[in-house]
T-cell receptor
Framework: GQNIDQPTEMTATEGAIVQINCTYQTSGFNGLFWYQQHAGEAPTFLSYNVLDGLEEKGRFSSFLSRSKGYSYLLLKELQMKDSASYLC??????????FGSGTRLLVRP | DAGVTQSPTHLIKTRGQQVTLRCSPKSGHDTVSWYQQALGQGPQFIFQYYEEEERQRGNFPDRFSGHQFPNYSSELNVNALLLGDSALYLCASSSPGQGTFGANVLTFGAGSRLTVL
């Protein structure tokens, strides 16, 4: 089976940097995704890691350590529109996406 | 590009009734997956359809069934509704022809919010 742990809620200030951590246990691993979901809207793809290391895409970066079962999503220069839930998502051995419960990020002025 | 479209957006049913939700995938996508998202939770995988067949299934009872049509659109049917079936039902499409990465970058629809009374 799989288990994904991420904080339930985080608060940060506009313009700051925030790191959302995710730890996981899984018997099979084919990659890790991060999705963003604004309240009442559909999830949208942010990033994908399959090898260890950092993937950078604009203000967003994602890191993976397969040996530690650990990933993080780093958001820089926070904007009010970044207030959303961030879903840590495993691609398991049968290529099914397993979503975590999400971290609700509140960006304050 | 209209993206993934779902209907209806909201619906209310009573216990024991049946419901059908519909999904049209993004243009160029041939694989449709259905997810159930309870309030405050991440989406839970129900099943995936490809070439009009159920390819994978999550831990959902047989009350949940689906279908994919030749034009790649899909339906989710839920029979004998329970209060616990109240949730947002998300349809996502993808294209396996793009390899592991592309096949699993899902494009989600806005969802159908089902309330069971």
């Amino acid at each position: 089976g799989q288990n994904i742990d991420q904080p339930t809620e985080m608060t940060a200030t506009e313009g700051a940097i925030v790191q959302i951590n995710c730890t996981y246990q899984t018997s099979g691993f084919n990659g890790l995704f991060w999705y963003q979901q604004h309240a009442g809207e559909a999830p949208t793809f942010l990033s994908y890691n399959v090898l260890d290391g950092l993937e950078e895409k604009g203000r967003f970066s994602s890191f993976l350590s397969r040996s530690k079962g650990y990933s993080y999503l780093l958001l820089k220069e926070l904007q009010m529109k970044d207030s959303a839930s961030y879903l840590c998502t495993l691609l398991d051995s049968s290529y099914k996406l397993i979503f975590g419960s999400g971290t609700r990020l509140l960006v304050r002025p | 590009d209209a993206g993934v479209t779902q209907s209806p957006t909201h619906l209310i049913k009573t216990r024991g009734q049946q419901v059908t939700l519909r999904c049209s995938p993004k243009s160029g996508h041939d694989t449709v997956s259905w997810y159930q998202q309870a309030l405050g939770q991440g989406p839970q995988f129900i099943f995936q359809y490809y070439e009009e067949e159920e390819r994978q299934r999550g831990n959902f009872p047989d009350r949940f069934s689906g279908h994919q049509f030749p034009n790649y659109s899909s339906e989710l049917n839920v029979n004998a509704l329970l209060l616990g079936d109240s949730a947002l039902y998300l349809c996502a499409s993808s294209s396996p022809g793009q390899g592991t990465f592309g096949a699993n970058v899902l494009t989600f629809g806005a969802g159908s919010r089902l309330t069971v009374l």
